[in-house]
């Protein structure tokens, strides 16, 4: 049998943040088991935007992470604003109702900027600014997301392959094809072993700690069907199909405490013409976000959300999950020309319906009653603003809707200016919220309310962060700060 002194199980960004850590901590001899093929290795990494939320006080702060952005982008600093941990803080109670867990939500918001960079600099992950994720041009000159400005280059992709180089480059051994199946105990109770399953059989490999970065449930019918709903069971899947919740249930095998929304997921609208699962090529270029510009219609004619209650990143994970709430689990937004130039670049990969009338417009899509979206578009014109009102789709614009029982809080302009233009749109999820229980130092607590020796978890192994919603960015720099802690700490057994 063979012996490690850290096992990671995973090999997405936490998992692979956590193989990083432990080889920088000294851990020797540290072993990544990766389930799917090297062809498909890497977690929901590959599928993820690469944006990356974290603190900072002086925009001037985050210079060493774009050092040729000023130079690249007219007044580029001028349109960031601070991003304080107060302000970070603030935005996970509020998109969370408060229920997110106060030493998780407080270690993040401490060790973000501290990550960030520790991933720039110890995990070589190259970065860039992230322009056509959450930046919009206003008087040429680039207005910022708060708190959203940096992403890996080449975005998830580039992320996943940068942790990869790093790992090797550092002489950390992957293995592929390897499928965990469960955890090995001592007399004490110490997580001293894995059991495996690959191409040659079922075997044991020995470890001082195990550190679980293997994501969550969001690939499993059953267990989406079992925790979250036969709506969210029938989901299309924004991520890798490997993702099974193997971690979770061998935890819980050894008892460990179960933590968090275990009923939430992080859902995005995405394109519907995609298969089960949205195409590995196209990354998270599924995705359809630019419905705070929109006017958004169920399959019956109706709206169901207030498309403008916030920006697009502080809404997507739970109107994702709105859509599939929908009759058939499919919505449509609807776009006139003035719109147009603020749609993300993603929506290329799909063909629009376009016409030069409302009426010609909804005679072409698949809504069940035509009659009830033509007056539903009627009454909102009544009750939308014109653009000379105060138009901003750069910030909040407070041009909200008059009259209707489902206000459009911000961005409510009258769709009058053809030709029209329609995308639909589902819910992909893309995370589950529900996970294990973790203390400060990302040791996992069983259910008597005590550390597992040995067991660590990290990335969305980690319950209760996330309660119905999630501010975008967060959970890749999340995955790498409780990647880093279980990786240094699992070296510190070892």
């Not at 580029?76 to 867990?101: K, Q």
């Not at 294990?436 to 008597?448: C, F, H, K, S, Y």
């Not at 990647?483 to 699992?490: Q, V």
Request: aromatic share 8%.
């Amino acid at each position: 049998m063979s012996h490690y002194n850290v096992v990671i199980v995973g090999a997405g960004n936490a998992a692979l943040a956590a193989a990083v850590s432990a080889r920088e901590a000294g851990a020797e001899r540290v072993l990544v088991l990766e389930k799917a093929p090297r062809g498909m290795r890497g977690g929901n990494t590959h599928w993820s935007g690469g944006v990356l939320r974290f603190a900072f006080d002086d925009p001037r702060e985050i210079e060493p992470l774009v050092p040729g952005a000023a130079e690249e982008y007219e007044d580029f600093y001028a349109g960031i604003e601070p991003y304080t941990r107060a302000d970070f803080h603030g935005d996970l109670m509020r998109v969370t109702s408060g229920r997110t867990d106060p030493m998780l939500s407080r270690t993040l918001v401490d060790k973000s900027k501290e990550t960030v960079f520790w991933m720039h600099d110890v995990g070589r992950i190259k970065m860039e600014p992230a322009t056509s994720l959450s930046a919009v041009r206003k008087d040429n000159r680039l207005v910022w997301a708060r708190g959203m400005v940096v992403r890996a280059a080449h975005e998830g992709v580039g992320l996943s392959r940068s942790w990869f180089a790093t790992a090797e480059a550092m002489g950390i051994e992957v293995r592929y094809g390897a499928a965990v199946t469960g955890l090995v105990q001592d007399a004490r109770g110490r997580v001293g072993a894995v059991t495996l399953r690959d191409e040659e059989g079922i075997s044991e490999i020995d470890a001082d700690a195990v550190v679980l970065g293997c994501g969550g449930f969001e690939a499993n019918v059953q267990m989406r069907t079992q925790h979250i709903g036969p709506l969210v069971g029938a989901a299309k899947v924004r991520g890798t199909p490997y993702n099974q919740g193997d971690g979770l249930r061998m935890a819980m095998a050894i008892h460990a405490m179960p933590w968090g929304q275990w009923s939430g997921c992080h859902a995005t609208p995405i394109s519907a013409d995609w298969g089960d699962f949205a195409p590995r090529e196209l990354t998270d270029r599924s995705n359809r976000l630019s419905y705070p510009y929109s006017v958004m219609l169920n399959r019956m004619g109706r709206r169901f959300v207030d498309e403008g209650e916030d920006g697009a990143l502080f809404t997507y994970a739970k109107f994702g999950r709105a859509i599939l709430a929908q009759p058939g689990a499919k919505a449509w937004q609807i776009f006139d020309s003035r719109s147009l130039h603020l749609l993300e670049p993603r929506y290329s990969t799909s063909k629009p319906v376009v016409a030069d009338t409302i009426e010609g417009l909804i005679a072409q899509l698949d809504i069940d009653d035509k009659k009830q979206a033509l007056a539903t578009i009627a009454a909102f014109n009544a009750a939308a603003r014109g653009m000379e009102e105060g138009y901003d789709p750069s910030r909040k614009d407070g041009l909200s809707t008059r009259g209707l029982d489902l206000e459009k809080s911000n961005w409510a302009l009258r769709l009058e200016a053809p030709p029209y233009h329609a995308y639909s749109a589902t819910g992909g999820i893309t995370f589950t919220f529900g996970g294990l229980r973790v203390n400060e130092r990302a040791e996992v607590i069983g259910t008597d309310w005590r550390a597992i020796p040995g067991l660590y978890a990290c990335g969305e192994m980690i319950g209760g962060l996330f309660y119905d919603n999630y501010p975008a960015g967060t959970g890749l720099v999340a995955g790498a700060t409780f990647g880093r802690i279980a990786g240094r700490c699992a070296a510190g057994v070892a």
